[in-house]
């Protein structure tokens, strides 16, 4: 728990003051019951009236500046709580952001968002109640206590078996709570899991008639997460019953054994209400201090699954000193062998070719032949397992990744646009892109045709996701907001797929008369989409089958003949 500590420092002020003032807070309601039995045993007794106002009014201006410190205390412990997960939520955020593709794999989407929301607030809230709590409770029972032993050490006795047996309890009811509040965490996980699925795909969801599946699927979880939740609960609400119990068997026992010795004259009757005060105070305390206890379970719960997100180091670490410039843009794969991380097959085996700077290289085969898997080595998204992917001749392991990556434009097969305007997504390859950069990128994406259509331009709207365009209009985009980049390597994963053929091919040209310095590789389905290549590689269950132009590959392979030949069949046939 230490380490998240440093997070408190912008708000160290307030986790120092809300004790303090809670302390304050305290010493007000310790004062007001001795007062009032001041007031009983002094003033009513000898009928002293002026007594009795003077000392009503210490008593009220007490009470209101116990309130007033309480309000303060209240205040600065939520800004300390709220601030503190501020702050840890900003630095988980930020480590987020920083993790390779393989840990992204290895936490799901969902629980790491459980996690920066959910179990930040928890511990924000936690701080909170405990720098109050963890501090009134024990000074609470402690000046009680004195208060108690000093009015009447004898009747005080009665402390010797009420705590320990409130301890007890206490402690017999944390430890049944613990375990669950940690199962409580991972059944949140798993409803916002199911949460997150469904609302991502909630378009496959419907158009494939799965809802009722989903709803059974949901249904299931948030059963369960209610079911442990209430089992936490129906243990802690024990503590309440048990815990009145000690407090009026002990008040009864006082007023028995009190009554007496008021009888006999040996105790004023003011001394043994406001004993009876003190008496509430030293429980009450304790009932906060278990409260605390468990609120602090939750805490640590919540805490260790933050820290899983911060010691988590990327995969994809720096070398010291990485370089920072391309010297050109050739791509050599040396004898490359790789297995996703957690995984035990290799899905690229014995890769290797050499493509120049300014070369476009076209990838085809079966889906699940390892195409996309390749291609994301040359950006680094994930390391090699075995080998080498060099990149303007040098290892890509050696260069500075956000300089690397700067230089490699990546159109993702599964790529997604963000809510915001048009010119605001296109800025994503290049925050100072003026209009006629992005324009010119539209335009050799060949999404100008439509986008000039729009009245507002690049002012034009993107929904979530680019839920607003069609899907060749999107990839399209993609494309384009790739280009703003000025890259000096463009990957293309299948992202042509869904635009028509005509369109498909004028990409193509514009690609070959205006990026002539910048290394081409481009993912299809379809043969006239890599024809007019430099190279063509044939992938086949992770292994390169064979690799040439166009002709020669007609004639040598059988998978790209066979391809080429079921296409050509499909245009003339209709
Ligand atoms: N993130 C991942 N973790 C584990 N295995 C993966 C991952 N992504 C893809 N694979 C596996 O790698 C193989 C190649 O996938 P992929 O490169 O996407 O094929 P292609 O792009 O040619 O269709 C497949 O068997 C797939 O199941
Ligand atoms: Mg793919």
């Known amino acids: 728990m230490k380490t998240l500590l440093p997070y408190m420092k912008k708000y160290r002020i307030f986790a120092i003051l809300s004790p303090i003032l809670m302390i304050l807070e305290v010493l007000a309601d310790i004062i007001i019951p001795y007062l009032m039995s001041k007031i009983v045993d002094v003033g009513i007794a000898n009928g002293d009236i002026d007594y009795i106002v003077k000392i009503g009014i210490i008593m009220i201006l007490s009470a209101l500046l116990g309130m007033a410190f309480g309000v303060m205390s209240a205040h600065a412990g939520a800004r300390a709580g709220y601030g503190f997960a501020a702050e840890i939520r900003k630095d988980v955020f930020r480590k987020v952001q920083d993790f390779s593709f393989a840990n992204l794999d290895k936490f799901s989407v969902s629980s790491l968002i459980t996690r920066l929301t959910n179990d930040c607030n928890t511990i924000g809230q936690v701080t909170m109640m405990s720098l109050r709590m963890a501090i009134r409770a024990p000074f609470l029972a402690l000046f009680a206590l004195i208060m108690a032993f000093n009015i009447n050490s004898s009747l005080a006795k009665v402390f010797m078996v009420a705590i320990p047996l409130t301890a007890f309890f206490i402690t017999i009811i944390l430890r049944k709570a613990r375990p669950l509040f940690k199962r409580l965490q991972t059944r949140v996980d798993r409803v916002n899991a199911a949460i997150q699925e469904n609302l991502t795909g909630i378009r496959v969801v419907k158009s494939f008639n799965r809802q009722e599946f989903e709803e059974e699927k949901f249904r299931k979880r948030n059963d369960s997460l209610r079911d442990t939740a209430l089992e936490a609960i129906s243990i802690v609400i024990f503590l309440m019953p048990i815990m009145n119990l000690i407090i009026y068997g002990t008040i009864i026992a006082v007023l028995w054994f009190g009554g007496q010795q008021v009888r006999i004259g040996s105790m004023g009757g003011g001394e043994l209400i406001s004993f009876i005060t003190y008496i509430t105070q030293v429980m009450m305390a304790l009932m906060l201090m278990s409260f605390f206890f468990m609120q602090l379970l939750?805490?640590?719960?919540?805490?260790?699954?933050?820290?899983?997100?911060?010691?988590?180091?990327?995969?994809?670490?720096?070398?010291?000193?990485?370089?920072?410039?391309?010297?050109?843009?050739?791509?050599?794969?040396?004898?490359?062998?790789?297995?996703?991380?957690?995984?035990?097959?290799?899905?690229?085996?014995?890769?290797?070719?050499?493509?120049?700077?300014?070369?476009?290289?076209?990838?085809?085969?079966?889906?699940?032949?390892?195409?996309?898997?390749?291609?994301?080595?040359?950006?680094?998204?994930?390391?090699?397992?075995?080998?080498?992917?060099?990149?303007?001749?040098?290892?890509?392991?050696?260069?500075?990744?956000?300089?690397?990556?700067?230089?490699?434009?990546?159109?993702?097969?599964?790529?997604?646009?963000?809510?915001?305007?048009?010119?605001?997504?296109?800025?994503?390859?290049?925050?100072?892109?003026?209009?006629?950069?992005?324009?010119?990128?539209?335009?050799?994406?060949?999404?100008?045709?439509?986008?000039?259509?729009?009245?507002?331009?690049?002012?034009?709207?993107?929904?979530?996701?680019?839920?607003?365009?069609?899907?060749?209009?999107?990839?399209?985009?993609?494309?384009?907001?790739?280009?703003?980049?000025?890259?000096?390597?463009?990957?293309?994963?299948?992202?042509?797929?869904?635009?028509?053929?005509?369109?498909?091919?004028?990409?193509?040209?514009?690609?070959?008369?205006?990026?002539?310095?910048?290394?081409?590789?481009?993912?299809?389905?379809?043969?006239?989409?890599?024809?007019?290549?430099?190279?063509?590689?044939?992938?086949?269950?992770?292994?390169?089958?064979?690799?040439?132009?166009?002709?020669?590959?007609?004639?040598?392979?059988?998978?790209?003949?066979?391809?080429?030949?079921?296409?050509?069949?499909?245009?003339?046939?209709?």
């Open 298 to 574: 939750r805490g640590i719960a919540s805490g260790s699954r933050i820290l899983e997100v911060l010691n988590t180091e990327s995969e994809i670490k720096e070398i010291d000193k990485p370089v920072k410039e391309l010297k050109d843009a050739s791509i050599v794969f040396d004898k490359v062998n790789f297995k996703y991380p957690g995984s035990k097959e290799f899905v690229l085996k014995d890769i290797n070719f050499k493509i120049e700077s300014g070369e476009t290289l076209g990838i085809i085969g079966s889906t699940g032949a390892s195409k996309s898997t390749l291609v994301q080595l040359i950006p680094r998204l994930y390391d090699v397992t075995e080998g080498r992917v060099m990149v303007g001749g040098r290892d890509v392991r050696e260069y500075d990744i956000k300089a690397l990556r700067d230089q490699v434009a990546f159109v993702l097969q599964k790529n997604t646009l963000f809510s915001g305007t048009l010119r605001e997504n296109m800025k994503w390859g290049n925050e100072n892109a003026s209009d006629e950069e992005i324009i010119r990128a539209l335009k050799q994406a060949q999404a100008w045709e439509f986008v000039s259509k729009y009245k507002d331009g690049l002012d034009h709207w993107v929904e979530q996701g680019g839920a607003n365009f069609s899907g060749g209009q999107k990839q399209r985009l993609c494309i384009a907001r790739a280009l703003v980049k000025s890259p000096k390597i463009i990957i293309l994963d299948d992202s042509t797929s869904a635009v028509d053929m005509t369109t498909d091919a004028r990409i193509q040209k514009s690609f070959k008369e205006e990026l002539q310095g910048v290394t081409k590789i481009i993912i299809a389905q379809r043969i006239s989409s890599i024809k007019m290549a430099d190279r063509i590689i044939v992938m086949h269950e992770g292994r390169i089958e064979s690799i040439g132009v166009h002709k020669e590959l007609l004639s040598k392979s059988p998978i790209y003949r066979e391809i080429y030949e079921s296409q050509e069949k499909g245009v003339i046939g209709g």
